[in-house]
């Protein structure tokens, strides 16, 4: 039975697409598609389930290429405009996106940092070579510089610590440090600092990839490791910290069982790690750019494996923690590219098209879609790395694709997941082949056409987003809301003539969104014509 809402409903309908340029395509594609595929869509507004952890929205930042220094840290004495060394211009972008929390130091850089090299007055601080990633880290940016980044943007802080090349004494000062209000040392020694009250640092991690970068332990030994150094992450002056167990990467099941059989009860949470390659091939991973229907393709069908790994470590999870008292953090998952030729742009510095934005609504649907497993996402990474939400150079600044799905997903922050049916057709890639590099078993998969995920939020509205996949073809989706009659509805879209649309320096704003009008309300139905590769945000009251 369902039950008439007489309240006002707000419906963000959020559609990811692009364009399609066939001069700036390096592989055949299929034309532009005049023919729309149907499908149709229930909202069960009467029948809400989990609430979506905020913290799915997280961001990454790692001492990795331009990330740190020149795209965030400039320094107080720079020409750029800054608030005590971070840049003005970047930090009111990300505060756009209401950031609910921000992993730091790293990455494969948190197990070779040492916190003390990074406290203090900034010239008596330490160089020290980046072994991870190359260069040298003046350690301009520390402790306390991460903090007020944190703090300008209202972000939890998400501290990684170092279990490499480190010790359970050093990750426990540093957390007395941190967040100790007590007559001690070491609080007495932030305080000469120049931070008297104590900060808060709700998430701390017990290493980085320690399968890999971390220490090429096995599950056993991490075991064993992890438990001794989350028995010192003491909790001080009323801060309480959720431990998180470096956890599995793809497919590494055992990792998570051995993890979970000996450790579960000892951890708040267990990562997992999963990048996105067109080819499924790290030695030749594909281009950012230049790519035609059939990278588009691969893409997304590598990108949609999340899902299988989510729920197969899930189920793994929930043998030993049937009540999901430990979440499943993702804290490192987007796309990975190829070096883009010419100027070099810093290391794991990439280009970032209305490809990836369709990667980031796809993923950002699924983690919603198991909620009730998966408390944090940090995507990789922040700004000027990998499928950054920012890119730089010197005083000049853009705003990816991926940046503006994020501040058009943000409507689902906190909000309760509402389930959905769909049905729509697959999408398979047509007869224009595919790609050296792509496996053929990827250029023959068939995958959904849609994604969908629906949430209401704290104050009754109701939010969907919707991706389009099929890069060719429109959608006509023919939507009803079970226990909800919206009257009204506004939009914007974001789309563009290619596909692999982007911005640059010198053509910041050629992703923007505009008002969109492909929509009608036809008796308790809403009617959306949802353009191939599009990015649409509707709200209906």
């Known amino acids: 039975?369902?039950?008439?809402?007489?309240?006002?409903?707000?419906?963000?309908?959020?559609?990811?697409?692009?364009?399609?340029?066939?001069?700036?395509?390096?592989?055949?594609?299929?034309?532009?598609?005049?023919?729309?595929?149907?499908?149709?869509?229930?909202?069960?507004?009467?029948?809400?389930?989990?609430?979506?952890?905020?913290?799915?929205?997280?961001?990454?930042?790692?001492?990795?290429?331009?990330?740190?220094?020149?795209?965030?840290?400039?320094?107080?004495d720079s020409p750029v405009p800054n608030t005590r060394g971070l840049r003005n211009d970047v930090v009111g972008a990300l505060k756009e996106l209401r950031v609910p929390v921000l992993r730091w130091p790293g990455g494969c850089f948190a197990d070779e940092y040492h916190w003390r090299d990074g406290i203090g007055p900034r010239d008596k601080r330490p160089r020290r070579p980046n072994a991870s990633w190359g260069g040298v880290d003046t350690n301009a940016f520390g402790t306390h510089e991460f903090m007020d980044l944190c703090e300008m943007l209202g972000a939890d802080a998400y501290i990684n610590g170092n279990v490499g090349s480190g010790s359970p004494?050093?990750?426990?000062?540093?957390?007395?440090?941190?967040?100790?209000?007590?007559?001690?040392?070491?609080?007495?020694?932030?305080?000469?600092?120049?931070?008297?009250?104590?900060?808060?640092?709700?998430?701390?991690?017990?290493g980085n990839e320690?399968?890999?970068?971390?220490?090429?332990?096995?599950?056993?030994?991490?075991?064993?490791?992890?438990?001794?150094?989350?028995?010192?992450i003491k909790n001080h002056s009323g801060n309480r910290i959720q431990r998180l167990a470096s956890g599995s990467h793809d497919d590494n099941y055992n990792w998570t069982e051995v993890l979970m059989s000996q450790?579960?009860?000892?951890?708040?949470g267990l990562s997992l790690h999963y990048y996105t390659l067109p080819t499924s091939n790290w030695r030749k991973k594909g281009s950012a750019t230049q790519f035609g229907e059939p990278e588009w393709h691969a893409t997304l069908v590598r990108t949609l494996r999340i899902e299988e790994f989510i729920q197969k470590h899930s189920a793994i999870m929930d043998k030993y923690d049937p009540q999901k008292r430990v979440g499943l953090m993702v804290d490192e998952w987007g796309t990975w590219y190829d070096k883009e030729p010419g100027r070099d742009?810093?290391?794991?510095?990439?280009?970032?098209?209305?490809?990836?934005?369709?990667?980031?609504?796809?993923?950002?649907?699924?983690?919603?879609?198991?909620?009730?497993?998966?408390?944090?996402?940090?995507?990789?990474?922040?700004?000027n790395v990998l499928q950054a939400m920012v890119l730089t150079d010197k005083e000049k600044m853009v705003l990816t694709p991926t940046y503006y799905v994020f501040r058009m997903y943000r409507v689902h922050q906190g909000a309760t997941l509402i389930p959905t049916d769909l049905s729509a057709p697959d999408y398979k890639l047509g007869t224009a082949g595919h790609t050296q590099?792509?496996?053929?078993?990827?250029?023959?998969?068939?995958?959904?056409?849609?994604?969908?995920?629906?949430?209401?939020?704290?104050?009754?509205?109701?939010?969907?987003?919707?991706?389009n996949l099929d890069p060719t073809r429109a959608a006509d989706l023919v939507a009803t809301v079970s226990g909800g009659s919206p009257r009204t509805i506004t939009g914007e879209v974001l789309t563009a003539s290619a596909m692999n649309a982007m911005n640059?320096?010198?053509?910041?704003?050629?992703?923007?969104?505009?008002?969109?009008?492909?929509?009608?309300?036809?008796?308790?139905?809403l009617l959306l014509n949802i353009p191939a590769k599009s990015v649409v945000v509707l709200e209906l009251k």
């Open 210 to 232: 320690t399968w890999g970068c971390g220490g090429n332990m096995r599950p056993e030994y991490y075991a064993d490791v992890y438990r001794q150094y989350a028995t010192f």
């Open 504 to 525: 640059t320096f010198d053509h910041p704003n050629t992703i923007k969104p505009a008002r969109f009008q492909g929509f009608k309300l036809q008796d308790s139905q």
């Open 345 to 383: 742009m810093g290391a794991l510095y990439q280009q970032n098209t209305l490809r990836d934005a369709v990667v980031a609504g796809v993923n950002l649907n699924i983690f919603h879609k198991y909620a009730d497993r998966v408390r944090i996402s940090n995507i990789a990474q922040m700004v």
């Open 437 to 467: 590099g792509v496996p053929d078993t990827l250029s023959t998969a068939s995958i959904p056409s849609l994604s969908v995920s629906a949430s209401r939020d704290v104050e009754g509205r109701l939010h969907l987003s919707v991706v």
């Open 169 to 206: 004494q050093e990750m426990m000062e540093w957390i007395e440090y941190l967040t100790s209000d007590a007559d001690s040392d070491l609080a007495n020694l932030r305080r000469r600092n120049g931070r008297v009250k104590p900060w808060r640092i709700p998430y701390f991690g017990v």
């Open 1 to 76: 039975m369902h039950r008439r809402r007489t309240a006002a409903l707000t419906l963000a309908l959020i559609v990811i697409a692009t364009g399609f340029a066939p001069e700036r395509i390096i592989a055949p594609s299929r034309a532009q598609n005049t023919t729309s595929y149907q499908a149709r869509l229930v909202i069960h507004l009467d029948q809400p389930g989990a609430v979506i952890n905020r913290n799915i929205y997280g961001q990454f930042a790692e001492h990795l290429g331009r990330l740190i220094y020149e795209g965030l840290w400039v320094g107080e």
């Open 263 to 268: 450790a579960a009860k000892q951890m708040d």
